[in-house]
Structures are given as C-alpha cells and as structure tokens.
C-alpha cells in the first residue's frame, strides 16, 4: 500500500491505522532519510496501541519502551549499531519473547536477522517539505 502523507499528524495518523492491526509479536521495520518522519510514525503506532507516553527517539539509547497500551512497544533505532549480530547485546530475543510490538528503525541494519511476518514502512520525503510517499508492505493486509 502506498500512501502520500502531507503533514506529522497525517503520518501519525497512518501509524494509529496501523497499530489496530497489530498483534503481540509484530515487527514494524522502517526504513527512510534521517528526518522522513520514521518517529512520527512511531508515534502514531503508540497512540493507536493506547500509550499515553511521550514519545521520542532511541537514538541515544538503542531502545525505549512503552507500556500501559493493548500492547507494549519497544521503539528501537539501529543507527549506532554495526550488525545484527550487535542485537543480541541489547537482548533483542527477550523483546521479542515479551509479546510486544518493536518498531525497529533503520531496519536496513539488521535486515538478515529479522524474521517471519515483518511489517516494511519506508517512508521518502515528497514534492514538498511536509509530504512524505510512506509505503507499507507484508504483515497484514494493508
């Protein structure tokens, strides 16, 4: 499915869509520029599971959870990582046994570790500087 998002509220508004489809396990892999609005849609992700925590970039941390939703979020960003076979340090198996939903930014990173029914979000900027072409593949029915 691609859809053309034309300000954060309508992206976040996509990622809420989508949150109501998810199930314990699911694995949201985004891909797109620094600044695409990766975030954003994270954002809308945790408001759809029913998060009221603020939501914010694991740039520096690797990875921030959520809890009190339908389902946990573990919100990950893969930039400062090498390699997959970095994940293991930050116990990517446990978030993953915990029945959550991880929103993994730049998935490309960890492409060849990530498994089963993952749901592809690449978000690329548009003909102006708010529009985002977010394309969203496999997992469920988009």
């Known amino acids: 499915m691609k859809v053309i998002s034309n300000s954060p509220a309508e992206t976040e508004e996509l990622g809420a869509q989508l949150a109501a489809r998810l199930a314990p396990g699911s ?5 797109g520029d620094l600044g695409a609005g990766k975030t954003a849609f994270t954002r809308g992700l945790a408001r759809g599971l029913g998060v009221e925590e ?12 959520y809890e009190g939703g339908r389902l946990p979020l573990f919100h990950f960003d893969m930039y400062r ?34 498994e089963g029914d993952v749901i592809r979000v690449d978000i690329r900027r548009g003909d102006s500087d708010d529009q985002r072409v977010i394309t969203i593949t496999g997992g469920v029915d988009t």
Do not use: H, M, Q
């Open 54 to 65: 603020r939501v914010t970039s694991p740039t520096f941390t690797i990875v921030n959870e």
């Open 81 to 114: 990582l090498g390699s997959s076979e970095e994940l293991f340090d930050i116990g990517w198996e446990d978030y993953l046994a915990r029945g959550g939903v991880c929103a993994v930014e730049w998935s490309e990173i960890i492409d060849d570790a990530l």
């Open 27 to 31: 694995i949201v892999a985004f891909t």
